[in-house]
């Protein structure tokens, strides 16, 4: 589909623009980061652009997870409207590439070793046909607990260990009256949970089969099963508020004590930073209960389009900075996230973050790294979807038992294959 809505406006783009022209020194970024802690992060790039000379030229589509963002670009695109280069998701870079619409950045990549420097799981999604086509920013992991502290010691609660005691921990914060679980009730926040949730009750092995192999039998599991009525205990915990609440709008229930904890990507930590607060005295990361030794990770890429030549010079200062040591750890200390290089040093990050870098580097040699598939690195775009719309119905109480949520999962993403 995408590939067919493309693949002439790359040519026509192309022609058009082939005569060589004095250099445009501008970034026009599409992204979604329109949260404080992720605006914040962006500062950081725009920064370090601007002392090269680069004007930045922002297109921010808002809605966490990037599905807006997503449907605006593709718009963009087909319209021969290319942007130097856009914030995307795993998947999302192949689909790009595989329609012939991506630059080739493989020069500085080789100038700047790339190849040494960026994780193999990375390299999978940022390099197409042998050519690098994107920039990975970072990577963010998304099976954590984001805890108040003081709410923690009011109820006199301790990490969770399993699910079980997650739950007895919610309880705890129910019995003193605060709300136990922040969540917003958008699709792909609840999938993202959901994600945890799945290798907390099946362990890695399943999550691997069920959400990246996408295995017709484990789809159709107990385990799986199981993992719906897991998710249904967690939604109990939630307030009746919940309803289409931004991501962020949670993590700040959590920052000022309002809610004990959010289940939800690292970017959360950003927020938390953006609002001065330090681990271990003001909140608490802990993995999802069961799910320590294993990282679900997504990484947030900027695919670089086939700009015209006199944008080319912009596209690979972008590149270059991006995956500069310095800017590494500078952006993610602020975003929340680790860095996509395995060389870059955790002196600058937090306690959270230092835990981020060293579960990655664990869970990447003890094989216990696996693509979120909320978060566009399970599965193709389309089945990511479908996992979505699945998941939001049933929390939302349109699917309303557990075997009927596998049953409907199996012929969704059987569908969107
Ligand atoms: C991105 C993060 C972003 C989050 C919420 C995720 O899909 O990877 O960078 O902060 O969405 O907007």
């Known amino acids: 589909m995408l590939r067919k809505l493309l693949i002439g406006t790359a040519l026509a783009t192309s022609f ?17 980061w329109t949260s404080g802690g992720e605006a914040a992060a962006l500062n950081v790039l725009k920064q370090d652009l601007a002392k090269e000379g680069y004007a930045w030229k922002d297109v921010p589509v808002a809605g966490g997870g990037g ?9 963009m695109v087909a319209a021969g409207n290319y942007p130097t280069a856009s914030q995307m998701l795993g998947y999302t870079v192949l689909d790009y590439a595989a329609a012939g619409v991506m630059g080739d950045l493989t020069e500085t990549a080789k100038k700047e070793g790339w190849d040494k420097s960026v994780p193999t799981a990375l390299q999978k ?17 998304v099976n954590w607990l984001w805890i108040n502290k003081a ?26 009256g605060v709300i136990p679980l922040a969540l917003g009730g958008q699709n792909w926040q609840e999938a993202t949970m959901f994600d945890s949730v799945v290798m907390s009750t099946g362990g890695p092995e399943f999550y691997k089969k069920a959400m990246n192999d996408l295995d017709d039998t484990s789809l159709k599991s107990d385990t799986m099963k199981k993992s719906f009525d897991n998710l249904a205990k967690l939604i109990k915990y939630v307030d009746p508020n919940f309803s289409g609440r931004d991501w962020n709008l949670a993590t700040a229930m959590v920052i000022k004590g309002d809610a004990l904890v959010q289940v939800m990507g690292d970017w959360a930590k950003g927020e938390f930073h953006a609002a001065k607060k330090t681990p271990g005295t003001d909140f608490l990361c802990y993995r999802f209960p069961g799910t ?25 200062a972008l590149a270059t900075a991006t995956l500069s040591k310095s800017f590494q750890s500078a952006f993610n200390v602020v975003k929340g996230s680790v860095p996509a290089r395995t060389d870059v040093p955790d002196t600058d990050f937090d306690a959270c973050g230092k835990k981020g870098i060293a579960d990655l580097k664990k869970a990447n040699e ?7 598939l909320a978060q566009g690195y399970g599965a193709p775009p389309a089945v990511a979807n479908a996992y979505k719309d699945v998941i939001s119905k049933f929390v939302h109480g349109q699917i309303k038992s ?16």
């Open 16 to 32: 058009a623009f082939s005569a060589h022209a004095a250099d445009v020194k501008e970034v026009q970024m599409l992204h979604w």
């Open 67 to 75: 599905d807006a963002a997503m449907t605006a670009l593709k718009a």
């Open 125 to 141: 999604f940022s390099v197409y046909d042998g050519k690098w086509v994107a920039a990975p920013v970072n990577v963010h992991s």
């Open 151 to 176: 709410v923690m010691d009011k109820i006199g609660g301790t990490e969770p260990k399993t699910f079980d005691d997650f739950i007895a921990l919610l309880d705890k914060a129910k019995a003193a």
């Open 292 to 316: 320590d030794g294993t990282v679900i990770y997504n990484s947030d890429m900027f695919g670089m389009f086939n700009v015209p030549d006199d944008r080319k010079a912009a596209q690979v």
């Open 366 to 372: 003890g094989g216990t790294l696996f693509g979120s």
């Open 402 to 417: 557990s075997d009927e949520a596998v049953t409907e999962l199996v012929k969704a993403i059987d569908d969107a294959k």
